[in-house]
Structures are given as structure tokens and as C-alpha cells.
């Protein structure tokens, strides 16, 4: 008896068996495709490739000729391979540590390939291989697939650090700041306890499914001293990509939470304290943020720069008003990038941390001033802005219906697992006050 499984590839071969017959005589297509139906997939014998591969870490004061002699070249072959890469890549610069993968005959065992990634991820690979007219060498290109991934961690001491415990590269970890920035202050608002999940793309290897790197950020979810926030990636149809919470607002606000992406605050806005140069009680008009020389300083809202130039104790110093109310300095910068009259957006680069003017050692020396009068930006509270259009809106809800669930269903690190380990704090350079 035919089995009902067998049933549709009968049916399939009667139709194949019946081209080029007369048209009378053919089947009704479409009967015979609801016959067909589910087709079974034919599952394809696996055909053993003629090599195989293994992975070789360069060992310390190896170099690449005694790494192929090691795997069997002689010392002249092993040169002209390296002389067949050496458009796409110098492998001479080889170091220890690094890794590359070697392709062997499978019958002989002779080395016949070489596999070299050419950037961090492995996307992007050099391989040369032995042919009929000696070693050629190609750059390929890996195809990839993207998978969202669930990741939970927990904060110790730093997001850093929470961050890097689970695999998280810096480019992630600025991307989750990115999402969030507006509404934590990441240099003050981390606490210990403070705890985040997120939706983030996880880009594999399509053939292999080894994961590569993390991708974009789906969606996200930070929980600061017991406030959680979330934010959803949208991309319009204009090709416009931001981050919006459940209700479709975006988290942009007037201004940013702090001038720098990373730093931490050295100190405070206050009315009187002791400065280290003058050894006198002053108050302190701004907010001094440590970071290393050369690190870019954002401008925290959109406006006109209306002082680019050196002037006294504050050293190469940045004014910037933003509208008739509000307006913000940058102080002991090492760089400007800005000209006296220019129209700046919010977070772009105005100049680079330094320690020009009256300040002790490298960092920022930052003011706010609200009509005219030094504020504390610290306690400022600015509305949020920029709601989703209600063009984009069914759109966006579609993103965001699809993804909380998802991201709800993410497992809640647990401090053990996604925590990071105490690092301690560095001295904190101070500035000179000159306002
Ligand atoms: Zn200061």
C-alpha cells in the first residue's frame, strides 16, 4: 500500500511525466498542487568536504613562516604564500595571542589553505589556498544573519563593568547609554542594584550560526534606583531611527544629561567650597567632570556658539545659548572645534578635555545659566520632546507590540551572574573657578 506521505511525489512525477503531452491530457495544476500539499522537504545526504579545518593561536615568539613549517610547509613555500596575501594582508605582522585557521587535504593531510580574519568579528577574511598554479589569495566576505538575543545584567560598581562581565563590547555598551542618556545621568545616577535587559541583535555566521558580535539594539529596559525605563528602536519611513518609550516618546530631550558620554562627576555645583590653587572658600558655579585628555565634549542642547576663544582661568573655553533663556560653557578644553557664531546641534562635538586656564589636571568645567545666572544643571528638569508622528505611530506600535513581550520575558540578571566586581575610584582632578 502507498503511504500518504508518498502520495504528493507520485502525483509530482505523473505531472512531470506529462509535459510535453497534449493539453487535454494535462491535470488541473491546481488540484494537483492542493494534493500536493505539504510537500515534503528532501532532506540532501550531506556531502563530507574534501578538507578539513582547525584553528592555530600564534604562540609568543612564533612567526609566521615557523607556524606554516609546523604544519608542513618548507621554509620556500611558506614565503611565497605569505608573498601571495601579502596585497590583501601583510601576515609577517602576525602577533602572538591572534589566531588563524588552517585548512588540511583530508586524505593527505597536506596543508592546503590558510584563513585569516581581517577585522575583529571575523566578517571579513583572508583566505589563500594552493591551486593548479600555486598559492592565491582572496578576501571574502562572511554572510551573516542577525538573531535577537536576550542579555540581563546587574550593576556592582560601574555599567562598565556590568557590561563587560557578559561579553559586551564597548560599541553595545554606548549603544544601550545611547538609548537611556537623556533620562539617566550615567557619570551620577548608577547605583549598585541598578539593573538593565535588552533585545540586542546577535550577528552570526549564517552558515555555521557561530556568533560574531552583538548588533543594534532592539529594545531595552533600565532599572535606576527603582525607576525603570524603556526604550524601543523605530525606524520611520523616512529611514529616521530612534529610540521611544511604550507610550511612542521619544527620550530626546532639550538637552542631554551631561557634556560627556563617560566620565564622572568631580565636582559639584555648590555655593561655597575649599579651592585647592586659591586655598580660599569659593563657590562653585559649574560642574567639573573627570576624563582623560583629548576626550570629545558634546554640546548638551542645539544653538549658537557665542564664544570660541581663550578667556582667563577658564582657559580655550566654549560658550554656547541656546535660546533666550538657556545657554552653557565648556571649560580647560585642549581643542575647539567650533567657531564663534555657529550653529551647533544637540551633541555635537564642540571641542576636546584639557587642562588649559587655572585647572589642576585634565577635565571638564562645565556651567549652566539660566537667564544669565550660573544654575545648577543638576537639579534642572527639562520636558521631554519630540512625541512620535501620528503618521508613524500605527507603525511604531506594531514595533513596540511585537517587542515587549519579548523584552518582558527576559530572565532579571541575578547579582552573582550579570554583576560586576568593585573597581576602585581614581583622584579627581579639580579646576580653578574662574567664574
Ligand atoms: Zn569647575
Not at 495544476?29 to 492542493?34: K, R
Not at 537623556?182 to 535587559?197: A, H, L, V
Request: glycine fraction near 10%.
Amino acid at each position: 500500500m502507498l503511504s500518504s506521505r508518498r502520495l504528493p511525489w507520485l502525483l509530482l512525477l505523473s505531472l512531470a511525466l506529462l509535459v510535453g503531452c497534449d493539453d487535454d491530457e494535462v491535470p488541473d495544476l491546481a488540484e494537483v498542487e492542493a494534493a500536493a500539499t505539504p510537500t515534503p522537504t528532501p532532506v540532501p545526504t550531506p556531502t563530507p568536504l574534501p578538507w578539513v579545518e582547525s584553528d592555530v593561536t600564534v604562540k609568543s615568539g612564533q612567526v609566521i613562516t615557523s607556524i606554516l613549517q609546523e604544519q608542513g610547509l618548507d621554509y620556500g613555500e611558506a614565503l611565497t604564500l605569505v608573498n601571495a596575501a601579502a596585497d590583501i594582508h601583510d601576515l609577517a605582522k602576525i602577533r602572538a595571542g591572534e589566531a588563524l585557521t588552517v585548512r588540511s587535504d583530508r586524505e593527505t593531510g597536506a596543508l592546503i589553505g590558510v584563513i585569516y580574519p581581517l577585522d575583529r568579528f571575523g566578517e571579513r577574511r583572508l583566505v589563500v589556498e594552493r591551486g593548479e598554479a600555486g598559492w592565491s589569495a582572496s578576501e571574502e566576505a562572511r554572510e551573516t544573519v542577525a538573531v535577537s538575543v536576550p542579555v540581563a545584567g546587574i550593576v556592582n560598581s560601574s555599567l562598565w563593568g556590568a557590561c563587560d562581565k557578559l561579553g559586551l563590547s564597548a560599541d553595545t555598551i554606548m549603544g544601550l547609554v545611547g538609548v537611556f542618556e537623556w533620562e539617566i545621568d550615567f557619570n551620577t545616577q548608577i547605583r549598585k542594584g541598578d539593573s538593565f535587559r535588552m533585545l540586542v541583535e546577535s550577528v552570526r555566521d549564517a552558515a555555521t550560526g557561530e556568533h560574531l558580535r552583538h548588533g543594534r539594539i532592539l529594545g531595552a529596559e533600565f532599572t535606576s534606583s527603582g525607576t525603570t525605563f524603556q526604550g524601543f528602536r523605530f525606524e520611520d519611513s523616512e529611514g529616521k531611527v530612534g529610540y521611544f518609550n511604550a507610550e511612542g516618546m521619544s527620550s530626546k530631550k532639550m538637552f542631554l544629561k551631561s557634556p560627556l558620554k563617560f566620565s564622572r562627576i568631580s565636582s559639584k555645583f555648590s555655593r561655597k567650597r575649599f579651592h585647592p590653587i586659591l586655598k580660599k572658600w569659593r563657590s562653585h558655579n559649574g560642574t567639573d567632570y573627570a576624563a582623560g585628555h583629548g576626550t570629545p565634549v558634546r554640546s548638551i542642547g542645539r544653538g549658537t556658539v557665542s564664544f570660541s576663544g581663550t578667556k582667563g582661568g577658564y582657559g580655550s573655553h566654549v560658550r554656547v545659548k541656546h535660546n533666550g533663556k538657556y545657554s552653557s560653557s565648556y571649560s580647560h578644553l585642549s581643542k575647539r572645534a567650533v567657531k564663534n557664531g555657529q550653529v551647533v546641534d544637540q551633541g555635537q562635538l564642540i571641542g576636546y578635555v584639557g587642562s588649559s586656564g587655572l585647572a589642576t589636571g585634565p577635565h571638564l568645567h562645565f556651567e549652566f545659566y539660566v537667564d544669565g545666572k550660573y544654575s545648577d544643571f543638576q537639579r534642572q528638569s527639562f520636558p521631554r520632546t519630540e512625541p512620535i508622528s501620528s503618521k508613524e505611530k500605527p507603525a511604531f506600535e506594531a514595533v513596540r507590540d511585537a517587542l515587549l513581550p519579548e523584552l518582558q520575558a527576559v530572565p532579571p540578571a541575578d547579582a552573582a551572574a550579570g554583576g560586576d566586581d568593585d573597581d576602585s575610584a581614581n583622584a579627581q582632578p579639580v579646576d580653578a573657578d574662574p567664574g
